[in-house]
Structure formats: C-alpha cells, structure tokens
C-alpha cells in the first residue's frame, strides 16, 4: 500500500478561546513520519504540559496514511493573548517552525478576575514558631475560594513538603468552613489542619500544592465551541476541572535539643511528661523476676523515648526493656524484668526519667523509688530464673527499635575491590572446566568399549592392523637373518590374520577367492600377494633378498590401501 | 636477596596495619559523636578500595547519624548487595528510608527468594551443583547396577544449578536496570522524557528506585513504589555495580 500523503507536521489549538477557568488541547501532528515531543518554552500566563504520544493509521482507497500525535494541556493563570511559539518540529526528512494563538477571557461569573490567583489560593501557618525536634507543631492551611466558584469540596496536597526529616506522612484534615470578606470580595474559606513533627533539626519547608476540582457548568463550556476529551461527562450539565492552588511559602526553624545541660538520664523525650513507676510482685525468692513497669505519659514524642535506664547492679541480673501497647497514643509503657540474685537484696534503685521540657525549654528530671522488696534465699535459683523469665512478659510486647543497629566489629580479612573472587580467576576457570573434560572422556571411553563389545566386526575390524604389524616386524626380523622360509610364513600369518580380522572371516575362510570377491577394487594385487606368498611358503629354493624386500613392501602398501577402503 | 625478600615480608602487613586503625579511629569517632570524622575515615577505606560489607555498614551508620540520609541509604544498599540476609543491615536500611519518607522496595515472593543469595552465594551454589552433578555422572558411567537411581538423584544439583542459574539472572538484570538514589530535592517523575511534559509523582530524597529505561537527552526511566515516570539523570546517583 502506497501512503496518501507525504511527510508533514501540524500544530493545532483547540479551541483557541477559552476563559480563565478553562484549559485547551495542543497537538502536535507528524503526518507519515515521526518526531519526538517539542519542549515548549516557559510563557508566563499558561502553563503547558505533556500528555504523552499517541498514533493513528488511516486506510483510504488502499492507501494508509500514519500520524504520531503528541498532546499537550495548556492551562492559563491570567487573561490575555498568547502566541505559542514559533518552536522547530524536527522530522525524518525535515524540520518545520511552528506556532499557534490563543487567547484567554475573564470567566463569565466574575468580570473582576485578572489571574486565576485573585480566584482561588492557598495559605499555610504554624502554632509554633521555632519547635524543637520530635516536638508536635501544629501546620494550619487555608483554602480561599471566591464566592460563585463551585468546588467539589475534595482536597488534595500534592507534595510541597519537605523531603526528609520529617516523622511519617502529614494527614491533613478538613475542621471547617466559613465565609469571609477580603478586599471587598466574598471568599469561601476551609480549614484544614494538621499535626507535624521532625526527626532532625534544621530549617523546614512548607509549600503545599492543594489540588482542587472546580465545577464548570457545560454550558459555557459548548458556548466556546470546545470539545474537551479529557473532563467532564458526555451527558452532564456540568463538569469538573483539577485546579492547583497558589500557596505561600511558610519556613519553620526546628531546634534541636540543646547538648547543654542534657542529664545522662535524658532518653530522647521531648514535650511535657509525667512518669510513674510500679514494682511487683514485692515479696520473691532469690532468682525470681521482679517487674517493673514503667509508664510515661503526656505530650510530645511519646514513640521516640526509649525506656528510663535502671542502674545495673551486681545484685540484679537486669533483662532488656520491651514496650507494651496501651492502645493510647499519649502513654508508652515500658516493662522491665529483673531478678535479684541473692537475699541481700532490699530494694530495687531509684528509677530516673530525663526529658526535654518545650514549654520551660529546659530539660527535666523525675525520679521513682527506691521500692522496698524482700527477697528470700532458696538452693538451685539459676533453674528457677529459666523457668520463670518468659511468664512475666506478656503477650502484645514488642522488642525496642527506635535506632539504627550499632557499628559491625572489624573484618578478619580486609578485601579490595581490586581482589577478584577466586571463580572469576582464569586458573580457576580451567580448573573448573577439568571435571567436564574429564566426564567426557571417561564417557567416550566407555562408550568405545561398549560398542567394541556389542560389535565383534568392528572390534576385529579395528584389531587388523594391529594383529598384521606383528607378523610384519617377525618378517622383517627374518628378512635381516635371511631367513626365507620364516619370512613367508610370517607374511602368510599378517595377510591372513589382517584380512580375517579386516572382512570379520573365520581363521579356516581366508582364502584368496574370499577376500579378493569383498574387495574387488584390489583383487589383484591381492591375488598375486596370495600366490606369491603361498608359493614362496612351499616351494623349493631360497628367496634372495632383493626378492624380499620388494614382497614385503608391496604387502605393506596393499593393507594400508585396503585399511582406506570403504566396505 | 634473602634481606630483600625478609622486608618485603616484613612490608606486606603495613597496609592491613593501616586500614586496622582507620577502622578503630573511625568508630572512635562515631563513638564520641563525631560522625563527619567517622564517615570521613569510612570512606578514605572505601576510596582506598576496601570493599567490606563491614566497613560499607558501618559508613552508612556514620551517614545516618551524620544526617546525610541519602548517602547512607546508598551504602546500607551497596552493604546489602554483599550480604542480603544479614539482619542488621537490613533493619538500618529499614529504617533510613522509613526516615526519608521513601518506601521500602518490596518485591514479590519469587524476586525475595532470588535475592535472598548473594551473586557470589548464587555462584558457589552453581559450582557446587556442577561438581557434585559431574561426580554423580562419573559415578553412573561405573556403577552400572545403580545407575538408575544415580541419575535420578542428579536432579537434585540440575535443579540446583538452574535455581542458581536463576539467582545470578536476577542480580545481572541490576547491570541492564540498575538502581539509582535520589540525590536532589523535589524529584518529580514526569509522564514523558521532556522537562513541560505533567508531572506524575514525587520522589523523596533518599528513595531507590529501578531503572527501567533511558532517553539520550539525559533522562532516565525509574520505577518508584510500582508507578513509572521519567527523571533527570542529574537527580540520581547510580547504587548498584
């Protein structure tokens, strides 16, 4: 199929009028060819952004025609007339300038609106102005929208929060909506808050992009003459528009707390706390747990605070702390077992609990105990301890992880990156390869003899030159004693021996008739080594050497003639 | 010759010597609280060429504590890469992205148990399987009154090498679709390669992502938390080898 048309571009706008609250489809069309997306230059007033790239085949009269679309949604934020462009589309084949108008109009509810920003903005605050780490601080967000704009009331942030540092994802909720007035205009006003709070000190950003979808009636939309394939229903009256929201930059300068007066007891808590401590069971026997439970309550980093520290003693034997879920997210509870290891043990110590007071900005230092216990002496006490341990922790307890595991202790063997493994070497590739080698030829060892011993031609067959060299060097010897009669018989013995295994014959079917009918293409000279031979091994006389040699070695080259012989 | 020989001995130890108390200084420091001297040292070790998964960890935690998220999440990664089961890695690497606000890179079941090997692992579990399957055949050849049964056990080690086989596939595949970091603030992965196309999410500082394809113009593919977009290379660095 030939193509209809050749190779194009074309930039459209659709439509090319639109009010403040609307948007418009760019295309940009490679017609039998392809292009990639053009990066539009930045134009103030609209925002142009990238849908992605589509395509299209056309058959007409068996003709095909192709098209490569790439979309585009250009968004205004103020009123006025735009030229898009020119920008170069480069294609196979060429390139072509491109440009395009739009203009865009105050919306018809709201004859006053220059930018989309005089509509509808945002506007964020904090209930603290310099928090501490791990302190809450409250982060309110304003949403003002100008009365007669329809929104759907569902709100979105969509990033403008600071990337790192902060403690889990901010989950904003909405608390209300009122109406205010602002510069003499009615603005629809919601409230959404939420609680922050940071994992390290440092300036803090808060930017948020509040998405928002705005309802256009369809009406105005039609009187524009735009069909929008993005938003809105086909049949409804009205449609909504995702619209985000200016908003203010608000910095919040989180502290960290200060190394400066830090008790050793301090264990990361920050806000304002009260601390109980409860010790049971009171009376024991020497090797039995004694619990303690400790209960931080208040506000603040409560999931930060690890657990109080009781001082080890060579009385107790102290097992590590676990948390125990409370189901309240303003206490945390800690369990600790301890086991005195003798009678001489009369209280459990003094329990401290260190945090940073936020609202004096000092730290703060409450102290438990000590609590009087009575412990008895009993024989075997170890035994006991094993026993008893596991029953004081109750179920629901999780094991502490509120930092990261210490440092690993020093390798044995320092390794370089230079350092190949010990595979990757070129020795130990060859190495590697032996064992296969190895199979193989075990294999085909046995394979040989396996076939050798299932196939008695073959094996005779392979046996023949063998056998025949045998006799050749007895007559070879006799040819050097000048031994005749000795030296036909052993070339008798290596022709009928090399033939009987060469044509699998059995000893008494070696004759000259036999061998000479399964190899015809040597009959001849086989036939005369035959008589030859046969009359010199009975005949009267001596043979003289020179008679020899030659009879020898035309035997020689007759079998290593018939050994190339295809039967 | 022979004095020359007992120096050069006497010589060899030095640069373990050397790198012994640049470890020891290093956790000196990270012990005292000085972690810019400690992450310091770490990475003198590492530019040095030291390759420990040790010494990979312990760098990480100097970062982290440091406050250099994003170069500690790339070294927990690295450490990993060396040693996938080891605990504590795992747990810190955890917690420094769970720090980052990035998610956890969480494959499926299959992908888990690929990777629960290292590469080298993956290779010794090949090699011993090619080993033990070589002997087995040997044995077969000779011990015919048992040679059914001697092949029927050879499936053991063909499994074994395909499954390694399989282990080393998956940790190649991170050279054609590396692992990068995010390296810079306000990541945004855009729907297209171009720098107006719509942005499609954000990406914290400190999140490992995959990459999964590449444009000439500088932009890089990657997937984040199973959503594909298209990033500035500027905006990663490269974690996996």
Same mark, same amino acid.
């Given at each position: 199929?030939?193509?209809?048309?050749?190779?194009?571009?074309?930039?459209?706008? /659709?439509?090319?009028?639109?009010?403040?609250?609307?948007?418009?489809?760019?295309?940009?069309?490679?017609?039998?060819?392809?292009?990639?997306?053009?990066?539009?230059?930045?134009?103030?007033?609209?925002?142009?952004?990238?849908?992605?790239?589509?395509?299209?085949?056309?058959?007409?009269?068996?003709?095909?025609?192709?098209?490569?679309?790439?979309?585009?949604?250009?968004?205004?934020?103020?009123?006025?007339?735009?030229?898009?462009?020119?920008?170069?589309?480069?294609?196979?084949?060429?390139?072509?300038?491109?440009?395009?108008?739009?203009?865009?109009?105050?919306?018809?509810?709201?004859?006053?609106?220059?930018?989309?920003?005089?509509?509808?903005?945002? !506007?964020?605050?904090?209930?603290?102005?310099?928090?501490?780490?791990?302190?809450?601080?409250?982060?309110?967000?304003?949403?003002?929208?100008?009365? #007669?704009?329809?929104?759907?009331?569902?709100?979105?942030?969509?990033?403008?929060?600071?990337?790192?540092?902060?403690?889990?994802?901010?989950?904003?909720?909405?608390?209300?909506?009122?109406?205010?007035?602002?510069?003499?205009?009615?603005?629809?006003?919601? +409230?959404?808050?939420?609680?922050?709070?940071?994992?390290?000190?440092?300036?803090?950003?808060? /930017?948020?992009?509040?998405?928002?979808?705005?309802?256009?009636?369809?009406?105005?939309?039609?009187?524009?003459?735009?069909?929008?394939?993005?938003?809105?229903?086909?049949?409804?009256?009205?449609? +909504?528009?995702?619209?985000?929201?200016?908003?203010?930059?608000?910095?919040?300068?989180?502290?960290?707390?200060?190394?400066?007066? !830090?008790?050793?007891?301090?264990?990361?808590?920050?806000?304002?706390?009260?601390?109980?401590?409860?010790?049971?069971?009171?009376?024991?026997?020497?090797?039995?747990?004694?619990?303690?439970?400790?209960?931080?309550? #208040?506000?603040?980093?409560?999931?930060?605070?690890?657990?109080?520290?009781?001082?080890?003693?060579?009385?107790?034997?102290?097992?590590?702390? !676990?948390?125990?879920?409370?189901?309240?997210?303003?206490?945390?509870?800690?369990?600790?077992?301890?086991?005195?290891?003798?009678?001489?043990?009369?209280?459990?110590?003094?329990?401290?609990?260190?945090?940073?007071?936020?609202?004096?900005?000092?730290?703060?230092?409450?102290?438990?105990?000590?609590?009087?216990?009575?412990?008895?002496?009993?024989?075997?006490?170890?035994? /006991?301890?094993?026993?008893?341990?596991?029953?004081?922790?109750?179920?629901?307890? +999780?094991?502490?992880?509120?930092?990261?595991?210490?440092?690993?202790?020093?390798?044995?063997?320092?390794?370089?990156?230079?350092?190949?493994?010990?595979?990757?070497?070129?020795?130990?590739?060859?190495?590697?390869?032996?064992?296969?080698?190895?199979?193989?030829?075990?294999?085909?060892?046995?394979?040989?003899?396996?076939?050798?011993?299932?196939?008695?031609?073959?094996?005779?067959?392979?046996?023949?030159?063998?056998?025949?060299?045998?006799?050749? /060097?007895?007559?070879?010897?006799?040819?050097?004693?000048?031994?005749?009669?000795?030296?036909?018989?052993?070339?008798?013995?290596?022709?009928?021996?090399?033939?009987?295994?060469?044509?699998?014959?059995?000893?008494?079917?070696?004759?000259?008739?036999?061998?000479?009918?399964?190899?015809?293409?040597?009959?001849?000279?086989?036939?005369?080594?035959?008589?030859?031979?046969?009359?010199?091994?009975?005949?009267?006389?001596?043979?003289?050497?020179?008679?020899?040699?030659?009879?020898?070695?035309?035997?020689?080259?007759?079998?290593?003639?018939?050994?190339?012989?295809?039967? | 010759?022979?004095?020359?020989?007992?120096?050069?001995?006497?010589?060899?130890?030095?640069?373990?010597?050397?790198?012994?108390?640049?470890?020891?200084?290093?956790?000196?420091?990270?012990?005292?609280?000085?972690?810019?001297?400690?992450?310091?040292?770490?990475?003198?070790?590492?530019?040095?060429?030291?390759?420990?998964?040790?010494?990979?960890?312990?760098?990480?935690?100097?970062?982290?504590?440091?406050?250099?998220?994003?170069?500690?999440?790339?070294?927990?990664?690295?450490?990993?890469?060396?040693?996938?089961?080891?605990?504590?890695?795992?747990?810190?690497?955890?917690?420094?992205?769970?720090?980052?606000?990035?998610?956890?890179?969480?494959?499926?079941?299959?992908?888990?148990?690929?990777?629960?090997?290292?590469?080298?692992?993956?290779?010794?579990?090949?090699?011993?399987?090619?080993?033990?399957?070589?002997?087995?055949?040997?044995?077969?050849?000779?011990?015919?009154?048992?040679?059914?049964?001697?092949?029927?056990?050879?499936?053991?080690?063909?499994?074994?090498?395909?499954?390694?086989?399989?282990?080393?596939?998956?940790?190649?595949?991170?050279?054609?679709?590396?692992?990068?970091?995010?390296?810079?603030?306000?990541?945004?992965?855009?729907?297209?390669?171009?720098?107006?196309?719509?942005?499609?999410?954000?990406?914290?500082?400190?999140?490992?992502?995959?990459?999964?394809?590449?444009?000439?113009?500088?932009?890089?593919?990657?997937?984040?938390?199973?959503?594909?977009?298209?990033?500035?290379?500027?905006?990663?660095?490269?974690?996996?080898?």
């Amino acid at each position: 199929m030939a193509s209809a048309f050749s190779a194009d571009v074309k930039m459209s706008i /659709q439509p090319q009028l639109i009010s403040l609250l609307d948007r418009a489809v760019l295309k940009v069309e490679f017609i039998d060819t392809t292009g990639a997306a053009i990066d539009f230059p930045e134009i103030d007033g609209l925002k142009i952004q990238y849908q992605g790239p589509s395509t299209e085949t056309r058959i007409i009269n068996l003709k095909s025609t192709r098209k490569v679309v790439h979309s585009y949604v250009v968004t205004p934020s103020k009123v006025g007339d735009f030229t898009i462009g020119p920008v170069t589309a480069k294609y196979k084949g060429g390139e072509k300038v491109l440009s395009g108008q739009l203009r865009v109009i105050k919306p018809e509810d709201d004859k006053d609106a220059q930018e989309i920003s005089e509509l509808m903005f945002s !506007r964020i605050t904090t209930d603290r102005e310099a928090p501490h780490i791990y302190e809450p601080f409250g982060l309110t967000l304003k949403v003002y929208i100008r009365d #007669g704009v329809q929104i759907d009331g569902n709100f979105g942030i969509r990033g403008g929060m600071p990337e790192s540092g902060m403690d889990g994802e901010l989950q904003w909720q909405v608390t209300n909506r009122k109406r205010q007035e602002m510069n003499g205009s009615i603005f629809n006003v919601y +409230t959404l808050v939420t609680t922050a709070k940071t994992l390290t000190a440092g300036t803090f950003t808060f /930017q948020p992009q509040v998405q928002m979808n705005i309802i256009v009636p369809r009406q105005n939309r039609r009187s524009y003459g735009f069909d929008d394939p993005f938003f809105g229903d086909f049949f409804g009256r009205q449609e +909504t528009r995702p619209f985000v929201l200016d908003c203010n930059k608000l910095d919040v300068e989180v502290r960290p707390v200060p190394m400066k007066g !830090r008790p050793d007891s301090y264990t990361g808590g920050v806000g304002i706390f009260d601390f109980d401590v409860q010790v049971g069971p009171k009376k024991v026997k020497a090797g039995e747990p004694i619990t303690v439970r400790m209960r931080i309550a #208040g506000k603040g980093n409560i999931e930060k605070i690890t657990p109080p520290l009781i001082e080890n003693s060579h009385e107790f034997k102290l097992y590590d702390a !676990r948390t125990v879920a409370t189901g309240n997210s303003d206490e945390v509870l800690f369990e600790q077992v301890l086991i005195p290891k003798s009678d001489s043990v009369t209280n459990v110590p003094e329990i401290t609990f260190s945090y940073f007071n936020t609202k004096t900005t000092d730290f703060r230092t409450i102290k438990q105990g000590p609590f009087p216990v009575t412990v008895e002496d009993v024989p075997q006490q170890g035994a /006991q301890v094993i026993a008893t341990v596991p029953s004081t922790i109750q179920q629901g307890t +999780t094991v502490l992880g509120r930092d990261i595991v210490y440092l690993k202790p020093m390798p044995r063997i320092w390794k370089t990156a230079a350092d190949s493994a010990w595979y990757s070497k070129r020795l130990s590739r060859l190495l590697l390869g032996l064992p296969a080698l190895f199979l193989l030829l075990i294999s085909g060892i046995a394979a040989r003899r396996n076939t050798l011993a299932n196939n008695t031609a073959l094996a005779r067959r392979q046996k023949a030159p063998k056998a025949a060299r045998k006799h050749i /060097q007895r007559a070879e010897h006799a040819l050097r004693e000048k031994d005749s009669l000795a030296f036909h018989a052993a070339l008798w013995d290596a022709l009928t021996e090399y033939f009987g295994h060469r044509l699998n014959l059995p000893p008494g079917e070696v004759t000259q008739q036999a061998v000479c009918s399964r190899i015809p293409q040597e009959a001849e000279t086989i036939g005369t080594l035959f008589e030859t031979i046969e009359q010199q091994r009975y005949g009267f006389g001596e043979s003289r050497n020179d008679e020899m040699k030659p009879l020898l070695k035309q035997l020689t080259a007759t079998m290593r003639t018939c050994e190339k012989v295809k039967l | 010759m022979r004095l020359l020989s007992l120096i050069l001995i006497a010589l060899l130890p030095l640069p373990s010597l050397a790198f012994e108390d640049n470890f020891l200084n290093a956790q000196t420091a990270y012990d005292s609280g000085r972690y810019a001297e400690a992450t310091l040292l770490y990475e003198n070790m590492v530019s040095n060429g030291i390759s420990n998964t040790e010494v990979y960890y312990n760098l990480a935690n100097a970062c982290f504590k440091d406050g250099d998220l994003p170069t500690a999440i790339q070294y927990y990664r690295i450490a990993w890469y060396n040693a996938p089961r080891d605990p504590d890695i795992r747990a810190n690497l955890h917690f420094a992205l769970n720090a980052a606000g990035a998610i956890d890179p969480a494959p499926g079941f299959i992908d888990r148990a690929l990777f629960s090997l290292s590469v080298s692992e993956w290779i010794m579990v090949a090699i011993g399987s090619y080993l033990v399957l070589m002997l087995l055949l040997m044995l077969a050849l000779f011990m015919k009154s048992t040679r059914r049964s001697i092949l029927k056990l050879c499936l053991i080690p063909m499994a074994a090498t395909l499954l390694a086989g399989a282990g080393w596939r998956q940790w190649y595949q991170l050279k054609s679709n590396p692992e990068w970091i995010v390296v810079k603030t306000e990541a945004t992965a855009l729907f297209g390669p171009i720098d107006n196309s719509t942005a499609h999410y954000k990406l914290p500082l400190g999140a490992l992502v995959r990459q999964t394809g590449t444009d000439p113009k500088g932009w890089i593919e990657v997937e984040y938390d199973g959503k594909t977009g298209w990033l500035r290379r500027a905006y990663l660095e490269r974690v996996s080898p």
